[in-house]
């Protein structure tokens, strides 16, 4: 069983910058995949960025560019540093880690088994 903790969320205003962090309980991040997600009140889930296996990123069209999804594999962490940050951006930040094998790497929800608690990000105008 893997726990992943996520940190670093907070309140910011429109055009600032936060970084996340994701802890593992296990090594795992150099060969699982992993991803961020979030979810706003009254929305589902969607994916914001992803990494395979091979360290290939994918990102959601609407964070493309202002987001950058990273890890620190001596420290069993993820990252999702957020720069230009818009109030649509507002919503819960969750990581997300998976062993089986996948072609690409994925920003479905159901593909991943292994969840965290959450951070909130708040992007005010």
């Known amino acids: 069983q893997v726990q992943l903790v996520e940190s670093g969320g907070g309140s910011v205003q429109a055009g600032g910058s936060l970084r996340l962090s994701c802890a593992a309980s296990a090594s795992i991040f150099s060969w699982w995949y992993i991803g961020w997600f979030r979810q706003a009140p009254g929305k589902e889930r969607e994916g914001v960025a992803a990494?395979?296996?091979?360290?290939?990123?994918a990102y959601a069209d609407s964070v493309k560019g202002r987001f950058t999804i990273s890890t620190d594999n001596t420290k069993n962490t993820l990252y999702l540093q957020m720069n230009s940050l818009k109030p649509e951006d507002t919503a819960m930040y969750y990581c997300?880690?998976?062993?089986?094998?996948?072609?690409?790497?994925?920003?479905?929800?159901?593909?991943?088994?292994?969840w965290g608690q959450g951070t909130q990000v708040t992007v005010s105008s």
């Open positions: 990494l395979s296996r091979g360290g290939c990123p």
């Open positions: 997300a880690a998976d062993s089986r094998w996948k072609l690409l790497p994925t920003l479905v929800a159901s593909d991943f088994n292994y």
